[in-house]
């Protein structure tokens, strides 16, 4: 064999040991490529189902909620209610009262459903409103009886029913106070989760994000 020919079948040599190694070099690429991809999709999955559902503390307060409305709002505003346009308090309150006093009820048990699909500034408001409502009607009622109380003679036994009257309707309240703890848990929350996730995506392969959006 020529040295021309011995030189060729190097050269012939080296081409397909160069092609075998970029097919190589190609393959390792595609492998690495597959898991990032992996590694994308894995963290796109962790994000969404990280933050879904509540902790035991929101579903702790949520049923607390229950407790004042059920008492305040659901018991004595359905007495209120029933009192106003069935003429059993005397004298005659406006039917507006008896009107806001529902209004509020409603509200704030729409409120607490809301609550409870996981829509807390939704519900803050919708409670808020109600809250407003139905104390504007018991203010009315408690502002009437104070009245009463110091412009005319009473029995000793009801000299502090203004009093006792605040106790049923003004628990009312505190549905609106854990309606702002829940909400601003939310907001928390979801600061914490979005950080935390912008984080992940920094900190993950860069090209199979990329692709991956």
């Not at 190694?21 to 990280?50: G, I």
């Not at 018991?75 to 008896?98: N, Q, S």
């Not at 009315?140 to 009257?165: G, H, P, S, T």
């Amino acid at each position: 064999m020529s040295k021309k020919d011995r030189l060729k079948a190097q050269k012939q040599k080296q081409d397909i040991l160069r092609k075998e190694q970029e097919e190589q070099e190609r393959l390792e690429k595609e492998e690495a490529k597959l898991r990032q991809s992996k590694a994308a999709r894995k963290l796109r999955r962790k994000a969404k189902r990280s933050g879904t559902g509540d902790p035991i503390i929101c579903i702790i307060l949520k049923i607390l909620m229950l407790i004042p409305f059920g008492y305040s709002g659901f018991f004595y505003g359905g007495v209120l209610v029933a009192g106003v346009f069935g003429g059993y308090i005397e004298p005659h309150p406006p039917e507006w009262v008896g009107w806001c006093a529902l209004a509020g009820v409603i509200l704030i048990g729409a409120g607490i459903l809301i609550a409870f699909f996981r829509k807390y500034i939704i519900s803050f408001i919708v409670i808020c409103a109600g809250t407003g409502v139905f104390l504007k009607a018991a203010g009315y009622m408690i502002d009437k009886i104070q009245y009463r109380l110091e412009n005319y003679k009473v029995d000793e036994a009801f000299e502090n029913m203004d009093k006792q009257y605040m106790t049923y309707y003004y628990p009312i309240a505190a549905v609106a106070g854990i309606s702002l703890i829940l909400m601003v848990i939310s907001l928390i929350r979801r600061y914490i989760r979005r950080k935390r996730v912008r984080y992940e995506k920094d900190t993950a392969p860069v090209d199979s994000i990329v692709k991956e959006d």
